[in-house]
């Protein structure tokens, strides 16, 4: 599982500028003379009248995290500033469902049940789906999974996968995102860390897999099919 997923931004930001040239470079320039460090930037929104820029920094703390927004505040092209939960606060770990949409649809049943329980008890993880078929497309959202913000684990729910799709899971499993796979024809379920036949199970399998309150280690579980 990814670091970066596990650790948490002290101080997210959001910054309204108008949308032109230059304004990210001002903004950045400031939060280095700080000697924060950016753990995630994202347009948040962006529209004729102006945008948001959304930050996520560390190595901030109390006084310094006040004098860094005073700056940011002081620029010419800021237009407001404001404090805002980080994404890991409100969403916390990612699970990705990839596949048809008959099976992604039942294992979300299972991801979501699960999600549940464990988020009641103050933890945050969130499930994320698309349905997809074609192996080209299967095997780019497959990669693209490493891509995406506090993403930990994959789960491919399909009828039959195989070939680049294969090759795609064995890539971000190298890049620490864990790979769940229902049990069917193809190449993909030998390519994933654990094989589920049951949609409603493997979808609660892969919140026990990312979650720090179960008692399931995906390590002692790799290779193996139930």
Same mark, same amino acid.
């Given at each position: 599982?990814?670091?970066?997923?596990?650790?948490?931004?002290?101080?997210?930001?959001?910054?309204?500028?108008?949308?032109?040239?230059?304004?990210?470079?001002?903004?950045?320039?400031?939060?280095?003379?700080?000697?924060?460090?950016?753990?995630?930037v994202d347009i948040a929104e962006r529209r004729e009248d102006g945008t948001t820029v959304y930050f996520e920094l560390e190595n901030l703390e109390?006084?310094?995290?006040?004098?860094?927004?005073?700056?940011?505040?002081?620029?010419?092209?800021?237009?407001?500033?404001?404090?805002?939960?980080?994404?890991?606060?409100?969403?916390?770990? *990612?699970?990705?469902?990839?596949?048809?949409?008959?099976?992604? $649809?039942?294992?979300?049943? !299972?991801? @979501? %049940?699960? =999600?549940? &329980?464990?988020?009641?008890?103050?933890?945050?993880?969130?499930?994320?789906?698309?349905?997809?078929?074609?192996?080209?497309?299967?095997?780019?959202?497959?990669?693209?999974?490493? *891509?995406?913000?506090?993403?930990?684990?994959?789960?491919?729910? $399909?009828?039959?996968?195989? !070939?680049? @799709? %294969?090759? =795609?899971? &064995?890539?971000?499993?190298?890049?620490?995102?864990?790979?769940?796979?229902?049990?069917?024809?193809?190449?993909?379920?030998?390519?994933?860390?654990?094989?589920?036949?049951?949609?409603?199970?493997?979808?609660?399998?892969?919140?026990?897999?990312?979650?720090?309150?179960?008692?399931?280690?995906? %390590?002692?579980?790799?290779?193996?099919?139930?």
């Amino acid at each position: 599982m990814r670091e970066a997923a596990e650790r948490d931004a002290p101080l997210a930001l959001m910054v309204r500028t108008p949308d032109e040239p230059g304004v990210l470079h001002a903004l950045t320039r400031v939060i280095l003379e700080h000697g924060a460090n950016i753990t995630y930037v994202d347009i948040a929104e962006r529209r004729e009248d102006g945008t948001t820029v959304y930050f996520e920094l560390e190595n901030l703390e109390g006084a310094s995290a006040d004098a860094l927004i005073g700056d940011l505040g002081s620029l010419p092209m800021v237009q407001a500033i404001e404090r805002a939960p980080s994404f890991g606060k409100v969403y916390g770990k *990612r699970i990705i469902v990839v596949g048809g949409g008959a099976q992604v $649809g039942q294992v979300v049943v !299972g991801a @979501v %049940a699960e =999600a549940d &329980r464990h988020n009641i008890r103050g933890e945050k993880i969130s499930v994320d789906t698309i349905p997809l078929v074609g192996e080209e497309e299967l095997a780019a959202a497959t990669r693209a999974v490493a *891509r995406l913000p506090r993403a930990v684990a994959l789960v491919l729910a $399909g009828a039959l996968m195989g !070939g680049d @799709v %294969a090759r =795609a899971a &064995r890539e971000i499993r190298e890049k620490g995102i864990i790979v769940l796979s229902l049990n069917m024809p193809g190449s993909v379920p030998d390519a994933a860390d654990l094989v589920v036949s049951d949609p409603v199970q493997c979808g609660v399998m892969a919140v026990m897999a990312v979650s720090e309150s179960a008692r399931f280690d995906i %390590a002692r579980q790799r290779g193996k099919r139930y």
